[in-house]
T-cell receptor, first 114, second 113 residues
């Protein structure tokens, strides 16, 4: 079973707009990671946020984590057509006997129209 | 390119045949993971190695699946007597240690006819 759930399932925006995707999870975590996947390809790591962090930035990406609500959000600012992809959140479950398998949600499909 | 490579990239086989996939992780990474992804879903964990030791296996990994990492470097995933339900993308990832970023390879897409 998948612990994470992304919301929305699909998002369509115009180039230059911001895109926000949300992720909810069920159990305590060590960290939460966001990945991007272009159609039929492997996953590209975007950002890792640890359970003791609340916000992290990387270029046009901003990730927040609220462990009390068991939720995270990914904001992509000034979107580009090249951002069109599926976005997944993945949680590294605490305590993780050996660790640290990732549990993924079903993803958000983002389409950026030029 | 993340530095993790997988071979082959695509495999078409007939039901009942055996298939083997290979993953080469980033060289200094001691942890190696296998995941499976079906259409429209996120990846699901299959198994995990620390160096050459296989430390965890998912319930998804039936007796027909076996994975090895003989020298703590590359890994192989074998599926015996393939079934149509095995059709999926098989992804490999590696990391330098626990609670760290996992870097994924491009995946092997398996189609069982």
């Amino acid at each position: 079973s998948q612990q994470g759930e992304e919301d929305p399932q699909a998002l369509s925006i115009q180039e230059g707009e911001n895109a926000t995707m949300n992720c909810s999870y069920k159990t305590s975590i060590n960290n939460l990671q966001w990945y991007r996947q272009n159609s039929g390809r492997g996953l590209v790591h975007l950002i890792l946020i640890r359970s003791n962090e609340r916000e992290k930035h990387s270029g046009r990406l901003r990730v927040t984590l609220d462990t009390s609500k068991k939720s995270s959000s990914l904001l992509i600012t000034a979107s580009r057509a090249a951002d069109t992809a599926s976005y997944f959140c993945a949680t590294d479950i605490y305590p993780g006997e050996y660790g640290n398998k990732l549990v993924f949600g079903a993803g958000t499909i983002l389409r950026v129209k030029s | 390119d993340t530095g993790v490579s997988q071979d082959p990239r695509h495999k078409i086989t007939k039901r009942g045949q055996n298939v083997t996939f290979r993953c080469d992780p980033i060289s200094e990474h001691n942890r190696l993971y296998w995941y499976r992804q079906t259409l429209g879903q996120g990846p699901e964990f299959l198994t995990y190695f620390q160096n050459e030791a296989q430390l965890e296996k998912s319930r998804l990994l039936s007796d027909r699946f076996s994975a090895e990492r003989p020298k703590g470097s590359f890994s192989t995933l074998e599926i015996q007597r393939t079934e149509q339900g095995d059709s999926a993308m098989y992804l490999c990832a590696s990391s330098i240690g626990g609670i760290e970023t996992q870097y994924f390879g491009p995946g092997t897409r398996l189609l069982v006819l």
